[in-house]
């Protein structure tokens, strides 16, 4: 899957997905590594979803894995509490934050 594929895919399950039980307010930042990879940023503010493909040096969880680990994970072929646990899925920041995001992503 290349950027604009996995950038679709987040966009698409974020809009789609009612993330508003999650916090008030927060902001998430995916990286993506490899070749085919990218940044994501996303955020909900007051109620209103944002979503855009670039790299902000602020945000309330930093989720960071390879281009095959989000493409297993995204497809359900992959647990994320798995990854985590294995170093497939690297998390820093609000890991509450994460736990939550991770229900509303599956």
């Known amino acids: 899957m290349n950027f604009s594929e996995q950038y679709k895919v987040i966009e ?6 009612d993330t508003a039980a999650i916090s008030k307010n927060y902001t998430a930042q995916f990286h993506i590594t490899g070749k085919d990879g990218g940044d994501i940023f996303f955020s909900y ?3 209103k979803k944002f979503i855009e493909p670039v790299k902000h040096n ?13 493409d297993e994970f995204m497809s359900g ?3 994320g509490f798995r990854a985590f646990t294995t170093g497939k899925i690297k998390a820093s920041g ?5 736990l939550a995001l991770y229900n509303s992503f599956r």
């Open 45 to 47: 503010m007051n109620g």
């Open 77 to 79: 072929r992959l647990d």
């Open 94 to 98: 609000n890991v509450m934050l994460a």
């Open 58 to 70: 602020r945000a309330d969880i930093d989720i960071t894995m390879s281009c095959d680990t989000f």
């Open 12 to 17: 698409n399950r974020f809009m789609e997905n």
